[in-house]
């Protein structure tokens, strides 16, 4: 079964600096792979996904993931981090059964410090 | 650009009554879900729906819970007599295919409180 690990539940980092969130994922088959961000009162929103045509992902806002299947990561990163990143953010994997239920890692919160 | 809505954006109900969410996924869309979060747990599936049918259900969707999509635009959930433990943020998503890595698009969620 369908399974993703977030490493770290809490993430804090100054404005300007890299940010790192990681994420493992367990999958039987080649996985589909998102990040979703959700920030305070809002809905989730789709920052990137992985759709096997290129392990280097990029999204909105300055994001990227690298899906790395020797190392079953899907790190999301951003050079510089802005004060509007902080929020909430889920790796997410396909589930399998066919019907695309997807599959949320637990969350990292990213704090961004002035 | 064309997004999910749901309504109510908070809904606060007391133990044993019915509640309705409901959810407008974007328009041509054909594959709805329906997600929970309860506070400080993580974002669980609880159903999809295509065809005017359910498709896949986990094993939170139980009897209690029923979906439908009444006029071609509105997809709801009901939860027929709420516990204390139905208190959670509802997403509703919807989809337009099942293509490998197609976006499923949330919508802002129904907070929903059981006293």
């Known amino acids: 079964a369908q399974s993703v690990t977030q490493l770290d539940s809490h993430v804090s980092v100054s404005e300007g600096t890299p940010v790192l969130l990681r994420c493992n994922y367990s999958s039987s088959y080649s996985p589909s792979l998102f990040w979703y961000v959700q920030h305070p009162n809002k809905g989730l929103q789709l920052l990137l996904k992985y759709t096997s045509a290129a392990t280097l992902v990029k999204g909105i806002n300055g994001f990227e993931a690298e899906f790395k299947k020797s190392e079953t990561s899907f790190h999301l990163t951003k050079p510089s981090a802005h004060m509007s990143d902080a929020a909430e953010y889920f790796c997410?994997?396909?589930?399998?059964?066919?019907?695309?239920?997807?599959?949320f890692g637990a969350g990292t919160r990213l704090a961004v410090h002035p | 650009e064309p997004e999910v809505t749901q309504t109510p954006s908070h809904q606060v109900t007391q133990m044993g009554q019915e509640v309705i969410l409901r959810c407008v996924p974007i328009s041509n869309h054909l594959y709805f879900y329906w997600y929970r979060q309860i506070l400080g747990q993580k974002v669980e599936f609880l159903v999809s729906f295509y065809n005017n049918e359910i498709s896949e259900k986990s094993e939170i969707f139980d009897d209690q819970f029923s979906v439908e999509r009444p006029d071609g635009s509105n997809f709801t959930l009901k939860i027929r007599s709420t516990k204390l433990e139905d208190s959670a943020m509802y997403f509703c998503a919807s989809t337009t295919s099942l293509a490998g890595a197609d976006t499923q698009y949330f919508g802002p969620g129904t907070r929903l409180t059981v006293l």
């Open positions: 997410v994997v396909r589930g399998d059964g066919g019907y695309n239920k997807l599959i």
